[in-house]
């Protein structure tokens, strides 16, 4: 059985969908491989952020993308959330409103 990527609802969709071109498109060709071979396949696509809590690490000419992410039963992916980064570090308030997300499931 596969993996299936899903959202935590559909403005977290529209955030993601609305990523630049390349962005997106690496985004999405990330996600193919996650569905395929589940999200532990590593950096430089995913990487773990604590507390339960995963990165898909999309990069394009246009920047930076990140979505936070988290696994259920059933190999369910669900982005909780995702955002441009802007600074070296990923900031706190993304962690942090991932995290209370990922509670809600």
Same mark, same amino acid.
């Not at 996650?34 to 999200?39: A, C, F, K, L, R």
């Not at 990487?47 to 259920?72: D, N, Q, V, W, Y």
């Given at each position: 059985?596969?993996?299936?990527?899903?959202?935590?609802s #559909?403005?977290? =969709?529209?955030? +993601?969908?609305?990523?630049? &071109? $390349?962005?997106?498109?690496?985004?999405?060709?990330?996600? *193919?491989?996650?569905?395929?071979?589940?999200? #532990?396949?590593? =950096?430089?696509? +995913?990487?773990?952020?604590g &507390? $339960?809590?995963?990165?898909?690490?999309?990069?394009?000419? *246009?920047?930076?993308?990140?979505?936070?992410?988290?696994?259920? =039963?059933?190999?369910?992916?669900?982005?909780?959330?995702?955002?441009?980064?802007?600074?070296?570090?990923?900031?706190?308030?993304?962690?942090?409103?991932?995290?209370?997300?990922?509670?809600?499931?």
């Amino acid at each position: 059985m596969s993996w299936k990527v899903t959202f935590f609802s #559909s403005k977290v =969709k529209e955030e +993601t969908l609305s990523f630049p &071109k $390349g962005i997106l498109s690496n985004f999405l060709h990330i996600a *193919e491989i996650i569905e395929e071979y589940g999200p #532990s396949i590593g =950096k430089p696509y +995913t990487a773990p952020m604590g &507390k $339960g809590l995963f990165e898909i690490r999309a990069k394009g000419k *246009e920047g930076i993308g990140r979505s936070i992410f988290c696994t259920i =039963k059933g190999k369910k992916i669900v982005i909780l959330n995702s955002f441009i980064k802007k600074t070296q570090k990923t900031p706190k308030k993304e962690i942090d409103k991932a995290h209370k997300r990922m509670l809600e499931l």
